[in-house]
C-alpha cells in the first residue's frame, strides 16, 4: 500500500515538474527584433520622425488597450478585424478591454476625450507602435506588427487627400522605396453607398452559388469586402459586379474627381481601382492601398488608409471630417531588405579603452563617461582583466587610438595613448581637457597635436 502511495506522489512530482516547464519561444505570429536587425528599424524611425515634423504633425502616444466596446463601433461588425482578429479580455476589474488593432478608433477616441476639437484645424496626428490581429500567421503577415500612423482631423478638402498621400510617398521615398502605386478608389458616404450596397447585395444574391462560404454570408453583413476576396471564384464574381464609382453622388465624385487632380499635378503614380475597399467599416469616399510595383498580385500592400469623415461623430462627437493612413513598418523593413535600401549607419567608436588594476578600473568608467558627454564614442571592455585581451579586442573593432590607464596612471591622474596603426604611445594627464586632445588626435590619424 504505502509503495503505491509513494509511487503515486512520484509520479504526481513528474508531472508537476513537466507542467512548469517553461516555452522559451515567442508567442504564434510574433517576434523579437534583435539588436542586429535594427539598422533598417532605426532608419525608418529617423525618417519618420523628420517628416512627422516637417508635414507638422503632433506626436501622440496611446495605450496599446482601448475598451472593446469603442473598436467594435468603431471599426465595426462585420469587418474582419471585429470578427475574427481582436484579443479581446476582460480584466480582474470586470472591463472589456482588447489589444489595439489599429490606431485610429484609440486617436478618435483620444481627440474626444482630450477635446482636441477646440484646437485650430486641421489637427494633424502622428503615432507608432505595434498593433495586435489575431490572424493566421504567414510571410508578411504577423499577429505583433508595428505601423506608423498619420491622422487628419477636421478638413474635408480632397487636398488634405492628396497631401497626406504626398506624405505617404515622401516617405517611402526618403525610404529608398520609389517603386511603389498608390491603388485608389472612393466608397462613397453612407447616402449614395446605400443605393449601390443595394444594389451589390442584389447581384451577389443572384451569384451566390459561386461564392465562396465567408462571402456568402458577406452578401448580409459587409457585401463590400466581397468585392476584395482573394478566392479565385469570388474574385471573378466580383470583376463583372457593379461599380462604386459609377454610384457615387455628386459631392462624392467631385471630390474623387479632385483628388486625382492633385494627384497628377504631384505626379504621384496612382492606379484606379474600383475592387479596393479595405476591411474597416469606418472609411467614406477615398480609399487607398501603397503596392510595390511589381507584387501586385500579391496584394502585398506597404501600407494603406482613407477618409473616415463620420467616424468622430459615431463616437458622440461633432461633425469632424478626417482622413489617415498608416504605414505597415515590418512591411516596408522587408522591402527596404529585399531592395537593398539604405539602412541607419550606426556611429563607430575609433577610440578603446582599456584598464589594469582595481583603482584604474573604477576610475576608468568616470573617464568612459567624461568623454562620451564631450562627445567621444569610446568601446570598452570592464570585464576583462589581462591588457592583452583587451587590446586584442582593440584590434578587432578597428580602434584607432587605445585609452590604457593602469595602477601607475591611475594614481598618477594620467593615462597613455596608443596610436593603434603605428604602435606609438604618450602620456596624457586627465582632465577638462583630455577629450578635446584624443579629438584632435583622431582627426590627425592618431597623433597628437602639440601646441
Ligand atoms: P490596415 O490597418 O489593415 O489598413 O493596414 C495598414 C498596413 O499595415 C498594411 O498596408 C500592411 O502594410 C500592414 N499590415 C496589416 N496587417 C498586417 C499583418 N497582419 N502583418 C504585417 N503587416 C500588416
Redesign the pocket.
Known amino acids: 500500500m504505502l509503495v503505491k502511495k509513494n509511487f503515486k506522489k512520484n509520479i504526481s512530482k513528474k508531472k508537476e515538474k513537466k507542467s512548469k516547464e517553461i516555452l522559451l519561444q515567442n508567442p504564434r505570429?510574433m517576434r523579437d527584433i534583435l539588436p542586429e536587425e535594427q539598422n533598417y528599424w532605426d532608419q525608418i524611425r529617423k525618417v519618420l520622425e523628420q517628416s512627422y515634423r516637417d508635414y507638422g504633425f503632433g506626436r501622440m502616444d496611446l495605450p496599446i488597450l482601448e475598451y472593446s466596446d469603442l473598436l467594435i463601433r468603431s471599426i465595426g461588425e462585420g469587418t474582419d478585424?471585429v470578427d475574427k482578429e481582436m484579443y479581446s479580455f476582460v480584466t480582474k476589474g470586470g472591463d472589456k478591454l482588447s489589444l489595439r488593432?489599429?490606431f485610429t478608433a484609440g486617436l478618435a477616441r483620444a481627440y474626444l476625450q482630450h477635446g482636441m476639437n477646440v484646437r485650430h484645424k486641421p489637427v494633424k496626428i502622428f503615432s507608432m507602435g505595434a498593433?495586435y490581429?489575431y490572424?493566421r500567421?504567414q510571410e508578411?503577415?504577423?499577429?505583433e506588427?508595428y505601423?506608423a500612423n498619420f491622422d487628419i482631423f477636421g478638413e474635408q478638402d480632397a487636398v488634405m487627400d492628396a497631401h497626406i498621400i504626398q506624405l505617404a510617398s515622401r516617405i517611402l521615398a526618403a525610404l529608398d522605396i520609389k517603386k511603389v502605386q498608390f491603388q485608389i478608389n472612393s466608397i462613397g458616404c453612407p447616402v449614395c453607398r446605400k443605393n449601390y450596397l443595394n444594389l451589390l447585395k442584389k447581384y451577389f444574391e443572384s451569384k451566390k452559388n459561386k461564392l465562396c462560404q465567408t462571402c456568402r454570408k458577406r452578401i448580409h453583413t459587409n457585401p463590400l469586402r466581397i468585392l476584395d476576396c482573394k478566392e479565385d471564384k469570388c474574385s471573378q464574381v466580383a470583376a463583372q459586379a457593379p461599380q462604386i464609382l459609377d454610384h457615387l453622388c455628386d459631392d462624392c465624385r467631385l471630390h474623387f474627381r479632385s483628388l486625382l487632380e492633385y494627384l497628377e499635378e504631384l505626379e504621384i503614380f496612382y492606379v484606379i481601382n474600383p475592387r479596393l475597399v479595405?476591411?474597416?467599416s469606418y472609411y467614406t469616399k477615398t480609399v487607398f492601398?501603397?503596392w510595390p510595383i511589381g507584387e501586385e498580385g500579391k496584394k502585398?500592400?506597404?501600407?494603406?488608409?482613407g477618409r473616415y469623415d463620420n467616424l468622430v461623430e459615431l463616437l458622440g462627437g461633432e461633425k469632424t471630417p478626417a482622413i489617415g493612413?498608416?504605414?505597415?513598418l515590418?512591411?516596408?523593413v522587408a522591402e527596404m531588405k529585399k531592395i537593398k535600401a539604405k539602412a541607419y549607419v550606426f556611429p563607430i567608436p575609433k577610440v578603446f579603452l582599456a584598464q589594469l588594476g582595481d583603482l584604474a578600473k573604477k576610475k576608468s568608467l568616470k573617464l568612459f563617461s567624461d568623454l562620451e558627454k564631450n562627445g567621444v564614442l569610446v568601446a570598452e571592455s570592464f570585464g576583462r582583466g589581462s591588457l592583452k585581451s583587451q587590446l586584442r579586442i582593440a584590434n578587432r573593432l578597428k580602434a584607432e587610438i587605445t585609452i590604457i590607464m593602469g595602477q601607475k596612471e591611475a594614481l598618477d591622474g594620467t593615462v597613455i595613448m596608443k596610436n593603434m596603426a603605428t604602435g606609438t604611445q604618450e602620456t596624457l594627464v586627465v582632465n577638462e581637457k583630455l577629450p578635446f586632445i584624443i579629438k584632435k588626435a583622431l582627426k590627425n590619424n592618431g597623433k597628437v597635436i602639440k601646441k
Open positions: 505570429g478585424i488593432p489599429e498593433v490581429r490572424d500567421p508578411g503577415r504577423y499577429r506588427l505601423q479595405r476591411g474597416l492601398e501603397i502585398y500592400s506597404l501600407g494603406g488608409g493612413f498608416a504605414l505597415g515590418d512591411r516596408v
